[in-house]
Structures are given as structure tokens and as C-alpha cells.
């Protein structure tokens, strides 16, 4: 019968001390290569920090020059405003999703900063007379062709992207709370245009009955000039509707109802701030670098060394490690790896094209806007203008109150639309904001 061994205990034990500091300083020696290849032709193929916990907080000496960017950025809502107190509200709210995810790549991280320690743990093998045989199995990778090295960039880029996720949906969230506030200021101010036009047809109807009851007009302009002002009605409703429905939104991506807040604010344009989506493109470059490179270690040949400790002593072997050593399409795959980096720059260079092209032309309509703006806001003048003239008209009779009545119409609606432009105007400047992710501070993150 086999005899019954205890993990850790026997004679050999005590040599088990000195058996680890060997293989870790052997490890520390001959580890850690790097792997030369044309993946290192990517800019952002190093390691960065990420032993932080918390969200973009660096608890380590060397910090990544991602997040470091992220965390510097400032932003563009002004202080106390309208616009800051829709942000803290939304963000006070937030579920907070990205932020567990950050925390789990932290993690994720932390544990791979440690992964040029030995592996150690219990081994059970069946011995030949069909019992059970229990040793202590340590392990540590002498050779690895920077394996072990790529997993801690593999790690740290991973939280890179995490953080840049956490940007972009903090931003996003800001920006959806935003057009919910500024189209509802939107909806307030044609609603009251479409009000003070509305009383004003009423004033016009009520001329009208006078007239019909005098036996001045018939009964079918009396009609015309009640279908105007069942119009104009609807259109305030909808636009109070329009208000409300943007208001409930707010509330419900705020957590609370916001009351006391109107008006619009401007929103500078940060040029030098670099679109969150470039951001994420180059983390996500670095990521697929280092798991190319990962890949690629572990189809090239390694040495590890072992060491199985019971009751009879310690036995140290080494052994040969990688999944390419009988692959005799190994080559074949190390060289479609290497292409990685150049691939991950050619991406990363779209992304930022990409991105520079969607913030043009969100600039070049906010551009048409404003031209719209001021060409309506003349066309505007001359009919108020031409209303003037039409009610002096009136008054000697050679106009009729349905004329009269068409204009100020017309000129109602015109005056109605020229008050949207503004609030269009307004999105863009936050579209743009959240597309380069200062619409909240980095350093809330």
C-alpha cells in the first residue's frame, strides 16, 4: 500500500524555502525578454500602470499617459450654471456599470504584475500499485520569450480601454441629460411664441364675430379665421407636451425632478483635447498588440523550471514549454502576428480621421446654422415689418381682417422656427464636447 502524504510536511520541506528564492532569482535573471518583432513598431506597445483601485485614480510610481490624459481633462460646462447642476445630477445617478467594469480590469491587472512569481501548488499522481501520491509542485518559467511580459501589457492596456469606456459613458450619459434640458428649453420657448400668437388670433376672432354679427363678413371667413386659431392651440399643446415629455426624461436619467434651471450657456470648443474615440482606438492597438506578442511566445519554445517536493526530498527537473513545438505551421502564424502592430497603427490612423472628419462636420453645420440664424433673423425684421404695414392697412380698409390674419399667422410661424436654431446651435456645441470628452472632469472619474 502507498503511504499517505500531507502537503508541506517531511524532511523536505524545510529545503522548500531556499528551492523558491533560487527559481525566483534564476527567474529574475533569465525572464522578462522581450520579444523582437515588427510588433514593437507600434508606439504604444510598452507596459503603463494600472495598480490602482478606485476609478482613474494611479496608486503606482510609473502611471499610463492614458489615463494621466483622461484624468487632466477639464470640463467646458461653466460652474453653477445650468448646465453643471444637470451634469452633477445626472452623474450622482449614474448605475455605475462602467465603473465595475474598470475596477474588474484593475484587478484583472494587479493580479498579472505578479505573475513572474513561481507557481506553486498540490500535485496528486496514482502510483503503481493503484494508490494516490501527494507532492507540492513548484514552477517557475525561466525562458518564456516575454510571455509573461506581454500578460502585464495585455493587462495594463485592458485597463486603458476600460478607462476610456468609463469616459465615454460618463460623457454620453452628460450629453443625453443635456439634450433632454436644452430641448425642453427649447419646447418652453416656442410654446411661448405659440401662446402669445394664439391669444392673438383669439383677439382677431373676437373682431371677427362682430363683423359676422354686424353683417361686415360672412360666416366662412369666421371659420377660417377659428381653423387658425385651433391651430395655433395645437401647436402650443405639442409643445408644451414636448416640453413635458423632455422634462420627464431629464428626471428620469437624473434620479429627480430639476426645477429652478433655465436658459442656455456656452460651451467653448477644445481643440487640443483628442476625441475619446481615438483614445479608445490606441488602447485597444496596445491590447492587440500585446496579445500578438502573447501568442507568439507561446508558440516558440521555453524552459521552465520545476521542483516536486515530498516526503523523499525535493526533485528538481526542468522541462520544455510552448504550443509550436511539434506546429510545423508555426512559422506561418508568428509572421501574421508580427504584422499586428503595423495593422494597429493603420487603425488607430483611421480612427483619428474618422473622428477629425464627424467634428468638421458637426462644426460646418453648427457654421450653416448660424448663417440660417441670421438670415432668418432678417427675413423675420422685414415681415414684421410688412405686418406693420398690413395693420395700417386694415385700419383704412384696404386690407381685409382674413389678409391681416394670414400674415401675422406667417409671421408667427416664422418667429416660432427662429427661436429652434438657437437650441440647435446649443446641441452641437455639446456633441462636440462629449465627442472629445470634456463635458466632465477628469479628475470626477
Known amino acids: 500500500m502507498p503511504r499517505t502524504h500531507r502537503i508541506g510536511t517531511g524532511p523536505g520541506a524545510m529545503r522548500l524555502g531556499p528551492a523558491l528564492a533560487a527559481l525566483a532569482l534564476l527567474a529574475g535573471c533569465m525572464g522578462g525578454a522581450d520579444t523582437p518583432s515588427m510588433l514593437q513598431t507600434h508606439r504604444d506597445a ?41 451634469s452633477d445630477a445626472v452623474i450622482a445617478a449614474s448605475a455605475g456599470a462602467a465603473e465595475a467594469e474598470l475596477r474588474v480590469a484593475r484587478l484583472k491587472a494587479e493580479a498579472r504584475s505578479k505573475n513572474w512569481l513561481p507557481s506553486i501548488g498540490p500535485s496528486v499522481n496514482l502510483t503503481s500499485l493503484g494508490g494516490l501520491a501527494a507532492s507540492l509542485l ?23 480601454v476600460a478607462a476610456v469606456s468609463l469616459s465615454v459613458a460618463m460623457n454620453q450619459r452628460v450629453y443625453e ?28 376672432g373676437s373682431i371677427m364675430r362682430k363683423r359676422v354679427a354686424g353683417g361686415i363678413s360672412d360666416g366662412s371667413e369666421q371659420q377660417v379665421l377659428d381653423q387658425r386659431v385651433t391651430e395655433m392651440q395645437a401647436t402650443v399643446a405639442q409643445d408644451r407636451q414636448a416640453e413635458a415629455s423632455a422634462l420627464a426624461e431629464l428626471a428620469a436619467v437624473a434620479g429627480q425632478p430639476l426645477r429652478g434651471l433655465s436658459g442656455l450657456e ?36 521555453g524552459i521552465a523550471a520545476t521542483a516536486g517536493l515530498d516526503d523523499g526530498g525535493i526533485s528538481p527537473s526542468l522541462k520544455l514549454t510552448g504550443g509550436g513545438l511539434l506546429n510545423p505551421g508555426a512559422g506561418a502564424d508568428i509572421a501574421a502576428l508580427e504584422q499586428t502592430g503595423d495593422v494597429v497603427d493603420r487603425q488607430t490612423a483611421e480612427a483619428a480621421e474618422s473622428a477629425n472628419r464627424r467634428i468638421v462636420a458637426l462644426q460646418a453645420k453648427k457654421a450653416n446654422l448660424a448663417t440660417r440664424q441670421a438670415q432668418g433673423a432678417e427675413v423675420l425684421r422685414q415681415t414684421e415689418s410688412n405686418l406693420a404695414l398690413f395693420t395700417e392697412q386694415y385700419k383704412v380698409g384696404r386690407r381685409t381682417l382674413l389678409e391681416l390674419v394670414g400674415q401675422y399667422d406667417s409671421f408667427a410661424r416664422l418667429q416660432r422656427d427662429q427661436a429652434s436654431l438657437r437650441f440647435d446651435i446649443a446641441l452641437i456645441d455639446l456633441e462636440i464636447a462629449r465627442d472629445r470628452g470634456v463635458l466632465v472632469d477628469g479628475a470626477r472619474l
Request: no cysteine; charged share 25%.
Open 177 to 204: 441629460g443635456l439634450s433632454y434640458y436644452v430641448n425642453a428649453e427649447r419646447a418652453r420657448a416656442q410654446a411661448s411664441v405659440a401662446e402669445q400668437a394664439a391669444g392673438r388670433l383669439q383677439e382677431f
Open 46 to 86: 510598452g507596459p503603463s500602470s494600472v495598480a490602482a483601485t478606485g476609478a482613474l485614480a494611479p496608486q503606482a510610481a510609473v502611471q499610463s499617459s492614458l489615463i494621466a490624459d483622461l484624468q487632466a481633462r477639464k470640463s467646458v460646462l461653466p460652474g453653477g450654471g445650468a448646465y453643471r447642476k444637470v
Open 266 to 301: 456656452s460651451v467653448a470648443d477644445v481643440a487640443g483635447a483628442e476625441p475619446l474615440s481615438v483614445l479608445k482606438a490606441r488602447g485597444e492597438g496596445a491590447r492587440a498588440v500585446a496579445q500578438a506578442k502573447m501568442q507568439i511566445a507561446g508558440l516558440k519554445p
Open 138 to 160: 513548484l514552477e517557475q518559467g525561466l525562458f518564456d520569450n516575454g510571455r509573461r511580459k506581454a500578460e502585464r501589457e495585455f493587462a495594463s492596456a485592458d485597463v486603458e
